[in-house]
């Protein structure tokens, strides 16, 4: 049986790849890939020519069963996101669950730790707190009110994932969820370690209307870290 190495890579700057990263890419008979083409630009970067397959959210049983059958021969398989860890927010962790249930302990499933945009925002955010809910990306419609309630319920501080397309409606939704007594406190990275990158705090009313200043706020990806007053954190 082969080996499934599931390996964390750069989430903006190439540099941001380890040196264990790079021998398993070399070592591996095929690097399973979320986008052929943006995994490519990385390996092109330290001249890697390892083959590429993709594996992606709507990978079907064909696709699967393929990846199935390298493993039983005996192929070593790196699984990587388009960026940072695979599993957080993308769909390496549904791969990994069926690789343990189709081939159990006969495929060794090994971690390659690296970046994630999750563990990025928290170390600059300033906030210091040890314990979170994490809810990745919102629902676009169904299921996004509850999601917003549970924010809102929550004891803890909230990280959640958003795009371009959604970050200004995130942040309308937040501020009409919002205890205008006690306002939430929003910490939200963009672009994280790319040349563009931004960090922008306090309410969601202040960081929309920063954003509004400027279309070129409303490019790339963000996380918003949401803490309100009454979150639990032992470092207070």
Same mark, same amino acid.
């Given at each position: 049986?082969?080996?499934?190495?599931?390996?964390?890579?750069?989430?903006?700057?190439?540099?941001?790849?380890?040196?264990?990263?790079?021998?398993?890419?070399?070592?591996?008979?095929?690097?399973?890939?979320?986008?052929?083409?943006?995994?490519?630009? /990385?390996?092109?970067?330290?001249?890697?020519? *390892? @083959?590429? +397959? %993709?594996?992606?959210?709507?990978?079907?049983?064909?696709? =699967?069963?393929?990846?199935?059958?390298?493993?039983?021969?005996?192929?070593? /398989?790196?699984?990587?996101?388009?960026?940072? *860890? @695979?599993? +957080? %927010?993308?769909?390496?962790?549904?791969?990994?669950?069926? =690789?343990?249930?189709?081939?159990?302990?006969?495929?060794?499933?090994?971690?390659?730790?690296?970046?994630?945009?999750?563990? *990025?925002?928290?170390?600059?955010?300033?906030?210091?707190?040890?314990?979170?809910?994490?809810?990745?990306?919102?629902?676009?419609?169904?299921?996004?009110?509850?999601?917003?309630?549970?924010?809102?319920?929550?004891?803890?501080?909230?990280?959640?994932?958003?795009?371009?397309?959604?970050?200004?409606?995130?942040?309308?939704?937040?501020?009409?969820?919002?205890?205008?007594?006690?306002?939430?406190?929003?910490?939200?990275?963009?672009?994280?370690?790319?040349?563009?990158?931004?960090?922008?705090?306090?309410?969601?009313?202040?960081?929309?209307?920063?954003?509004?200043?400027?279309?070129?706020?409303?490019?790339?990806?963000?996380?918003?870290?949401?803490?309100?007053?009454?979150?639990?954190?032992?470092?207070?």
């Amino acid at each position: 049986m082969g080996i499934l190495r599931v390996v964390g890579t750069p989430i903006g700057n190439l540099e941001d790849i380890s040196l264990r990263a790079l021998r398993i890419f070399k070592e591996s008979d095929f690097i399973l890939c979320e986008d052929t083409r943006v995994t490519r630009k /990385l390996l092109d970067n330290y001249e890697i020519k *390892t @083959p590429t +397959i %993709s594996y992606h959210q709507h990978s079907g049983e064909l696709k =699967v069963d393929k990846i199935l059958a390298l493993l039983e021969e005996g192929k070593n /398989l790196s699984l990587v996101t388009d960026a940072g *860890t @695979p599993g +957080i %927010s993308d769909p390496g962790g549904k791969l990994v669950s069926i =690789v343990r249930e189709k081939l159990g302990e006969s495929v060794k499933i090994e971690s390659v730790p690296g970046p994630s945009a999750l563990t *990025t925002a928290i170390s600059i955010a300033g906030i210091g707190f040890d314990r979170f809910l994490f809810l990745g990306f919102l629902p676009h419609k169904k299921g996004r009110q509850t999601m917003l309630k549970e924010i809102s319920a929550s004891s803890y501080p909230v990280i959640v994932y958003e795009s371009k397309h959604r970050i200004v409606k995130l942040l309308e939704e937040l501020e009409t969820f919002n205890d205008h007594k006690n306002p939430y406190q929003l910490s939200v990275g963009r672009e994280l370690t790319k040349m563009f990158e931004s960090l922008y705090e306090g309410s969601a009313a202040e960081i929309l209307a920063e954003l509004l200043k400027d279309a070129n706020n409303l490019k790339g990806e963000f996380v918003v870290i949401i803490k309100k007053p009454n979150s639990k954190n032992k470092y207070e």
